[in-house]
T-cell receptor
Framework: EAGVAQSPRYKIIEKRQSVAFWCNPISGHATLYWYQQILGQGPKLLIQFQNNGVVDDSQLPKDRFSAERLKGVDSTLKIQPAKLEDSAVYLC?????????????FGPGTRLTVL | GIQVEQSPPDLILQEGANSTLRCNFSDSVNNLQWFHQNPWGQLINLFYIPSGTKQNGRLSATTVATERYSLLYISSSQTTDSGVYFCAAGLTGGGNKLTFGTGTQLKVEL
């Protein structure tokens, strides 16, 4: 079974520019998460989707961050405009909704550097 | 929200040694997961263990939900065990939202 796919793997931008990240979850996984991991810290949840609806976006800085999940499958996370403090690894994860487990499966992440 | 604390923050072992990592959480949870983040940044789920004990090869985990802690045991450590170990806790009723601890950085030396 293919894992969670993310692209790009690395991105370097200037502050005030915009950037977008893409995630393709494991096939059949209904729940998708975006996390931000700052160096030296644990991942922090930004937004959670169930199919194509938002379940939790309480920690998403909505003035600059946006996310969508197209047709309940792929998802994109956008930052516009980027700030220096947005430098982090952005992780996507997915979970099957089958009632047997809540195990989260993570993608390789996108490392963002804002200069 | 739920607070998750992990100890120790750093650990250096000789290959072959055993270790115990601890995770304390502030509230009742019914979702507790352990992850290993390898040096390349990939997070791998080790255990989904809201209660009880599980074993997978040289790794095992125990969660005592009533006392709000979980332990990860690594036996006969290998250099490939190096990386950061994260504990994450949450409530499935809360949409399976996980709060991560700050991790234990493990280095296994020859």
């Amino acid at each position: 079974e293919a894992g969670v796919a993310q692209s790009p793997r690395y991105k370097i931008i200037e502050k005030r520019q915009s950037v977008a990240f893409w995630c393709n979850p494991i096939s059949g996984h209904a729940t998708l998460y975006w996390y931000q991991q700052i160096l030296g810290q644990g991942p922090k949840l930004l937004i959670q989707f169930q199919n194509n609806g938002v379940v939790d976006d309480s920690q998403l800085p909505k003035d600059r961050f946006s996310a969508e999940r197209l047709k309940g499958v792929d998802s994109t996370l956008k930052i516009q405009p980027a700030k220096l403090e947005d430098s982090a690894v952005y992780l996507c994860a997915s979970t099957p909704v089958d009632g047997r487990t809540d195990t989260q499966y993570f993608g390789p992440g996108t490392r963002l550097t804002v200069l | 929200g739920i607070q998750v604390e992990q100890s120790p923050p750093d650990l250096i072992l000789q290959e072959g040694a055993n270790s115990t990592l601890r995770c304390n959480f502030s509230d009742s949870v019914n979702n507790l997961q352990w992850f290993h983040q390898n040096p390349w940044g990939q997070l791998i789920n080790l255990f989904y263990i809201p209660s009880g004990t599980k074993q997978n090869g040289r790794l095992s985990a125990t969660t005592v939900a009533t006392e709000r802690y979980s332990l990860l045991y690594i036996s006969s450590s290998q250099t490939t065990d190096s990386g950061v170990y994260f504990c994450a806790a949450g409530l499935t009723g809360g949409g399976n939202k996980l709060t991560f601890g700050t991790g234990t950085q493990l280095k296994v030396e020859l």
